[in-house]
């Protein structure tokens, strides 16, 4: 199993909204890919910066491919979340799973 991690900022303003937009269109979309395994999203506020890390689980890379394309390790940011992010990591960092528990 593989972990992708990705990283995004917005305003504390503006982190709910992303926080939904993962919740539900994002989390839509992987649903919908085969050997998706899973994911989590975090959420740190320092004043009036959030900081949202994502953490995906796939099964192995080509189901990474199905969410992110050839280049899997090019960051997806879908259209509206860039209206409510300031910042984002343009590439995604990928580990394999040594421990998975739930």
Do not use: C, P
Request: aromatic residues 12%.
């Amino acid at each position: 199993m593989i972990a992708r991690t990705w990283r995004g900022w917005t305003k504390a303003s503006e982190a709910d909204d992303y926080q939904r937009h993962y919740a539900t269109v994002v989390a839509t979309e992987l649903r919908g890919i085969e050997g998706f395994r899973g994911a989590r999203l975090l959420r740190h506020q320092d004043g009036d910066d959030v900081r949202f890390t994502s953490i995906t689980f796939f099964a192995d890379v080509d189901a990474i491919r199905s969410f992110a394309g050839d280049d899997y390790g090019f960051a997806v940011v879908a259209e509206e979340a860039r209206k409510v992010l300031t910042r984002w990591d343009e590439r995604a960092s990928h580990d394999e799973v040594a421990v998975f528990v739930t």
